[in-house]
């Protein structure tokens, strides 16, 4: 079973062009914030789309390019993606009149979104880049890092593997010299996808590690569950059933303190994995709360 994906930086991107993260001077659209807030997304676009009315009567450019990113937030979250893109494109058009770059560069990373979303790879890409490149002139270095990670994932599903890594590996720079121990965590997971699809187990291994330090220092659970499940993963894939089976077990502890609806399955292949370490006359592995089993680089040439 492959691993799973960090999706931290898509959700970052998102909720930098969510209505929350935006100024809402009109009252429909601090209303339409709130809606989308708590979910209800039919209301949200009703008030988002009295608040684009109101800005547009009033000739209030900023205002009405605020309300369309609005709108294409909730319409996204109603599931209507077309509509959700026409609104975003309008509100590309408007801040780049305006020179609101960094609003610019939200919105078209939503757009890239959508289009990931759907499995339409390329075009997201295109968004991205062009997001990336607006943050790079205006030195937003951490919308930037979450950008290039977000390209990173789409370029290793594409099996772009290389451009993909050399992608991550600049989004690391960016987390470090920002001191974002959280952000850096999520690109080295990202990372040890990448050493694993380039058929690279010592590296990716490293990654993983280096990722579960981390999230421990940070007493990041779920990000601690995610890489233990993915390093268990690729533990059982190379053979090492002890290993796989106490980073797995882990994994399934985490997940149950949070209801990860993962956790069921996961608890099966836990069992089944304990059936093959079993059927290869292995005893069980040690107890490996609060630290995970290491391989040496010699045990896997």
């Known amino acids: 079973m492959e691993g799973r994906d960090d999706l931290t930086p898509l959700r970052a991107l998102a909720e930098r062009a969510a209505p929350s993260a935006l100024p809402q001077g009109d009252a429909s659209a601090r209303l339409g914030a709130a809606y989308a807030a708590l979910g209800v997304a039919a209301h949200a676009v009703g008030f988002y789309q009295q608040a684009l009315e109101t800005e547009r009567a009033r000739g209030n450019r900023e205002g009405e ?25 309008e509100a590309v058009g408007l801040f780049r ?65 290389r451009e993909a890594l050399d992608v991550h590996q600049r989004a690391l720079a960016l987390r470090q010299a920002l001191h974002d121990r959280a952000g850096e965590a999520v690109t080295r997971h990202a990372l040890a996808m990448v050493y694993e699809a380039l058929g690279e187990p010592e590296r990716a291994i490293a990654a993983y590690e280096t990722t579960l330090w981390l999230r ?86």
């Open 65 to 89: 390019a605020l309300a369309l990113l609005g709108l294409a937030a909730a319409l996204r979250q109603r599931g209507e993606p077309e509509e959700a893109l026409r609104a975003y494109g």
């Open 97 to 161: 009149l305006l020179d609101r770059r960094a609003q610019e560069a939200a919105a078209l990373n939503a757009m890239g979104l959508i289009h990931d979303e759907r499995g339409d790879l390329a075009t997201a890409l295109g968004y991205y880049e062009q997001a990336l490149a607006i943050l790079w002139d205006i030195g937003e270095q951490a919308a930037e890092a979450d950008t290039l990670d977000a390209i990173g994932l789409t370029l290793r599903r594409l099996g772009n593997l």
């Open 216 to 301: 421990q220092q940070l007493d990041d659970r779920p990000g601690e569950a995610l890489t233990c499940y993915n390093l268990a993963r690729l533990y059982e894939r190379l053979g090492y059933l002890r290993e796989a089976e106490a980073l797995l077990s882990r994994a399934v502890d985490l997940e149950a303190l949070f209801h990860h609806p993962n956790v069921a399955a996961d608890e099966a292949a836990l069992v089944a994995l304990r059936a093959r370490r079993r059927g290869a006359g292995l005893p069980p592995p040690e107890d490996t709360t609060g630290s995970f089993p290491r391989l040496r680089p010699e045990d896997l040439r």
